[in-house]
């Protein structure tokens, strides 16, 4: 019979006192992160069984569902409705955490597993590194680090495709692109609307945007003061100071920036379209409203968040996870916010 792991042994390994493991396996604030991480290591590759696990183990497995995501973001709200709107049907309760509330966004992740929450889904996480106990099953997104959890991922080659096709009908040969901090999501976006430009023979300039409201307004302020920037009062405002030169369309990483980036525009004395056109990513419900009308490139967040729930309830009923990527397909949406270059207007 084999001999049963002590908490004794994993602190004589971890070299450390069996308080500070105690304390460690218990997630206790007075634990560094370094050390909790090295202690859980060795806890599992002794194979110790701490209470904790044991309790988790114990308890029935209740129709509960996780989401993890930053909900200040409309497409994160949108999927998020979306797979409760499924769950509910299949009887399952959903417990939501947003990582803006936490201090650190990984801790959003402790809290469901604190919760005995067993099958989590994360919506384009954005951890510097996830521990193995909190590992979700799910991630929706580009990319994951283990093997073992399930990526719905969106496609962007086709929306790209289409979008820049769209902006070269209508006689847009030089757009700028807002671009988000880097992400998996945002490498991947830019990756393919650089490709999708240049089959289009449409040049693209990068500039820093960002994925709220707040990014596109500011970095449109930014944007516009260095363009018009020939006097001390470039970023005021106070006058009309004409179009971008060369640049007939802007594009942003998602429908919240472009909001952001339409009502810049508009306080600096731009139309869209007519002076320049707009458009993003998301098909979210406000940007696709009448106030905003953008034209958007979707990223199947139905779809998406379908596919997402299906891979979760199958793990939390089957407990068998096989990684994997499922690939959703994104199109392009045309409404008002573009149309021809305004040289072709005038």
């Known amino acids: 019979m084999p001999r049963r792991v002590t908490i004794q042994m994993v602190a004589d390994k971890a ?18 992160g370094a050390t909790k991480e090295m202690v859980w290591e060795i806890a599992e590759e002794l194979g110790y069984v701490s209470p904790a696990l044991t309790k988790r183990k114990a308890v029935p497995d209740p129709k509960v569902i996780g989401v993890v995501g930053r909900f200040e973001l409309g497409l994160h709200q949108i999927i998020t409705r979306d797979i409760v709107s499924a769950a509910q049907k299949d009887g399952f309760d959903v417990i939501i955490k947003d990582v803006d509330l936490y201090p650190r966004p990984i801790d959003a992740l402790e809290s469901m597993y604190n919760l005995l929450v067993k099958t989590v889904i994360v919506i384009e996480p954005n951890f510097d590194h996830v521990p193995a106990r909190y590992s979700p099953q799910v991630v929706i997104g580009q990319e994951v680090d ?24 209508y006689g847009h040969r030089h757009v700028i692109y807002l671009d988000s901090p880097f992400s998996p999501a945002a490498a991947q976006r830019l990756k393919a609307l650089e ?31 260095e363009l018009w920037n020939e006097n001390a009062r470039s970023g005021s405002f106070v006058e009309r100071r004409g179009e971008l030169g060369q640049y007939t369309a802007i594009l942003c990483y998602n429908d919240d920036c472009a909001e952001g980036a339409y009502i810049a525009m508009l306080k600096a004395g731009l139309s869209v379209p007519g002076d320049i056109s707009l458009a993003a990513f998301g098909d979210t419900e406000l ?27 199958r793990i939390h009923f089957k407990g068998f996870r096989r990684g994997g990527v499922i690939e959703v ?6 409404r008002s916010s573009t149309g021809p270059a305004n040289f072709l207007i005038r």
Do not use: W
């Open 15 to 32: 070299g450390c006192s069996p308080t500070t493991v105690s304390l460690a396996l218990r997630g206790d604030e007075r634990i560094s």
């Open 146 to 169: 283990r093997d073992k959890t399930a990526l719905v991922s969106t496609v962007h080659k086709n929306g790209c495709s289409e979008l820049m096709a769209h902006l070269r009908k």
């Open 195 to 225: 490709g999708a430009a240049a089959e289009n023979n449409i040049e693209m300039t990068v500039k820093k945007g960002g994925n709220t409201v707040t990014d596109g307004y500011d970095s449109t302020v930014e944007m516009l003061s």
């Open 287 to 313: 940007g696709k409203s009448k106030i905003f009308s953008l034209t958007s490139v979707g990223l199947n967040h139905k779809e998406t968040a379908r596919l997402a729930y299906q891979e979760a309830k």
């Open 329 to 334: 397909p994104t199109f392009l949406v045309e």
